[in-house]
């Protein structure tokens, strides 16, 4: 199973085009919403992701949770989730049914209070 659909990746693009753009105008950026669940089914690793780098398509941003208590947005090479394997050599996949009901720094708020992602 590829980590990205189509739609997904070019939803991605766009928001981390326009983040790119908003950097360069005034510094901020802006709060997307998740746009794609990745997971370990034999593991404790989430990934909620938002946009993807223009310069470098395989960098995602969003709010990372290697099972350790810890989540934090931050940055992910796509590459590098799709090598994981989990306890049972399982690969990471993509939540089908996910389906996101806030920002994403809504989601990070609630994982650092909960010590995990639980959406």
């Not at 989430?46 to 940055?75: H, K, N, R």
């Not at 389906?99 to 809504?106: F, G, I, M, Q, V």
């Amino acid at each position: 199973m590829n980590l990205l659909t189509a739609e997904q990746r070019a939803r991605m693009l766009a928001n981390g085009r326009a983040n790119a753009e908003r950097m360069a105008d005034d510094g901020d950026t802006h709060d997307f919403w998740p746009v794609v669940k990745l997971f370990t089914p034999d593991g404790a690793c989430t990934w909620l992701l938002s946009e993807l780098d223009p310069d470098d398509e395989d960098i995602a941003f969003g709010l990372c949770d290697l099972g350790m208590g810890c989540p934090e947005l931050g940055s992910v090479r796509l590459s590098e989730i799709a090598a994981l394997r989990g306890r049972l050599g399982l690969p990471v996949e993509r939540d089908l049914h996910f389906k996101p009901t806030k920002s994403l720094t809504a989601y990070a708020a609630e994982a650092n209070e909960h010590g995990r992602i639980s959406a």
